[in-house]
């Protein structure tokens, strides 16, 4: 099992920046991937954006792209989402994702390992 706490949402106004971190523990050998996902109560689950734990190869959903950087740093075993240029339609539940088995998806299926989420609110 692995298991992971996000960090660092709140409210910021538009076109400001905020940090979220993800610390995962547990089987965290056994990590591909890690990736962030957003939620809102009009909304199915979104990908944001994922990471290769490996070789740190990103991807991005096009309405971050440039805007949202994640890294992470698995010789401490923890992501991060650099969000800036923030925009009211960002304001979600933002998730952490971990998987065990594929390299890198936009799926969220494909992530057996979730944390509790952490609100981020934009104002306009």
């Known amino acids: 099992q692995v298991q992971l706490v996000e960090s660092g949402g709140g409210l910021v106004q538009a076109g400001g920046s905020l940090r979220l971190s993800c610390a995962a523990s547990g089987r965290t050998f056994s990590i591909t991937a890690m990736g962030w996902f957003r939620q809102t109560p009009e909304k199915e689950r979104e990908f944001v954006a994922t990471i290769n734990w490996r070789s740190g190869r990103t991807y991005y959903a096009d309405s971050v792209l440039g805007r949202f950087t994640i890294s992470r740093d698995n010789t401490k075993d923890t992501m991060s989402l650099q969000m800036s240029s923030l925009k009211p339609e960002d304001t979600a539940v933002y998730y952490c994702?971990?998987?065990?088995?594929?390299?890198?998806?936009?799926?969220?299926?494909?992530?057996?390992?979730w944390g509790q989420g952490t609100q981020v609110t934009v104002s306009s």
């Open positions: 994702a971990a998987s065990p088995t594929f390299y890198a998806s936009r799926d969220a299926g494909k992530y057996n390992y």
